[in-house]
């Protein structure tokens, strides 16, 4: 009997341990001061694996892209290029775009480009005017489309950038008023070609299709799909899977597996659709293997190899789009107790892994353009909104962290002191009645 009170401290100030652990994974962080802070207007990302950022930024009415080192915030490498609208794909420091913007426009004009940021060089790769373009993930390879109509059917090129090489590619089918999209599946020799039709906009007659092609010498069609359209934001993997939305209007998500042609996910499922336009959603993220789907409005993280959500918003959270590596979400505390005190009002954003929707950190601070932002080590992210530069895992806020502790532990302080007293006061009636 008499280890049983010492077993119940044991136990309460072990919980009060867990709970620090708890809490130090769950309170809101300090962003902290940032390393660096890019020019308002900034669009772009790290370089590969490094810690540099290159992007685009306004050099009075033209436009520049810059490499710029990160952790200080010193510009590496600096050259006139094309605005943002006209980069079509980026490897490294090399840019791919339909021009080399208004400084060289009267030597070079339209067509499509090759700019190494490093060194400043460019080359024309063709004189024709892509729509878009999509890198080849490891070879020297670019594929596209442009912006002509062919009576013939759909064209789409694919040029070797090292060699200069090009390929004209003729699909099946007819032109359309819009041209059609040619796309790399990652890690992958294959070219998916489709339409991108919006459910909201489509047109009487405008036919819906898509391609899958493998650029074997010659080039070779593996599948054609008609009545299909992978809206205006599909995402793919290596694996064949592309994710998509019908409309821009639509937070509807279906996946369609490009190898066996066939839909193997659907939220809601398709039968069910009343063809009402639901939320809005953000564009759909797939991980580059086909394990992991975030869709929908409020976004949702989806195990695709068994169809079951792996994380899912609270009633007043707000999820939003990401990356491959990560996800934001927007938490509104307020709205748990705002018919009591409607005026309080409290938010904290909230970064998420892709892998399994587990909280890599939270804080007070607006970082909802984080998510998209982060290095490849997670390291280091840069706000898409504001600019700024931050090292993450945020800092732990431990002054927080001791105050909360300190709350904690205050009901068993208060306890063993209440005991402690009552103790004393037996000892000393005790010591009365024996005088």
Request: glycine content about 8%; aromatic content about 10%; proline content about 7%.
């Amino acid at each position: 009997m008499r280890w049983v009170r010492p077993g119940l401290w044991i136990a309460a100030w072990g919980v009060w341990v867990c709970c620090g652990f708890g809490l130090y994974r769950e309170l809101p962080r300090d962003p902290g001061l940032p390393l660096a802070t890019i020019p308002k207007g900034w669009r772009g990302g790290f370089i590969d694996d490094t810690n540099r950022l290159i992007g685009g930024v306004k050099d009075g009415d033209a436009d520049a892209i810059q490499i710029t080192d990160a952790e200080t915030g010193a510009v590496v490498s600096s050259t006139d290029g094309p605005s943002m609208d006209d980069i079509l794909a980026r490897r490294g420091s090399l840019v791919f775009a339909r021009s080399l913007g208004k400084k060289r426009a009267a030597e070079a004009g339209p067509g499509l480009f090759l700019l190494d940021v490093a060194t400043g060089q460019a080359k024309r790769l063709s004189c024709r005017r892509p729509s878009q373009a999509s890198l080849h993930s490891v070879r020297s390879l670019l594929v596209y489309t442009d912006e002509r109509t062919y009576p013939d059917g759909q064209v789409f090129y694919v040029v070797d950038f090292e060699t200069g090489a090009e390929t004209a590619v003729k699909t099946q089918f007819p032109n359309e008023p819009w041209p059609a999209d040619a796309t790399f599946l990652p890690n992958s020799d294959r070219v998916v070609v489709h339409t991108r039709t919006d459910r909201a906009h489509k047109r009487p007659g405008e036919r819906m299709w898509a391609e899958l092609w493998r650029l074997d010498p010659p080039p070779v069609r593996e599948r054609t799909f008609e009545g299909i359209s992978f809206g205006m934001w599909p995402a793919f993997s290596s694996t064949g899977l592309v994710a998509f939305t019908e409309s821009l209007r639509d937070a509807d998500v279906d996946v369609f597996d490009l190898i066996q042609g066939r839909y193997v996910f659907s939220d809601p499922p398709r039968e069910q659709r009343t063809g009402a336009f639901p939320p809005i959603g953000a564009p759909p993220v797939i991980s580059r293997d086909g394990r992991r789907l975030l869709a929908g409005a409020p976004a949702v993280l989806w195990n695709l190899e068994t169809k079951r959500a792996l994380w899912r918003p609270d009633t007043f959270d707000q999820s939003g789009g990401g990356s491959q590596q990560c996800f934001a979400v927007k938490e509104w505390w307020s709205n748990y107790w705002h018919k009591l005190a409607p005026k309080l009002q409290y938010r904290t954003y909230a970064l998420r892994s892709m892998e399994d929707g587990s909280l890599m950190f939270r804080t007070s601070a607006d970082v909802w353009g984080l998510a998209t932002g982060m290095n490849q080590q997670k390291t280091l992210a840069v706000d898409s909104v504001t600019g700024r530069v931050l090292r993450v895992p945020f800092p732990v806020n431990y002054p927080l962290l001791a105050i909360s502790q300190t709350i904690l532990a205050l009901p068993l302080i208060l306890l063993w002191l209440v005991l402690r007293w009552r103790r004393k006061r037996r000892e000393r009636r005790f010591a009365g009645a024996t005088a």
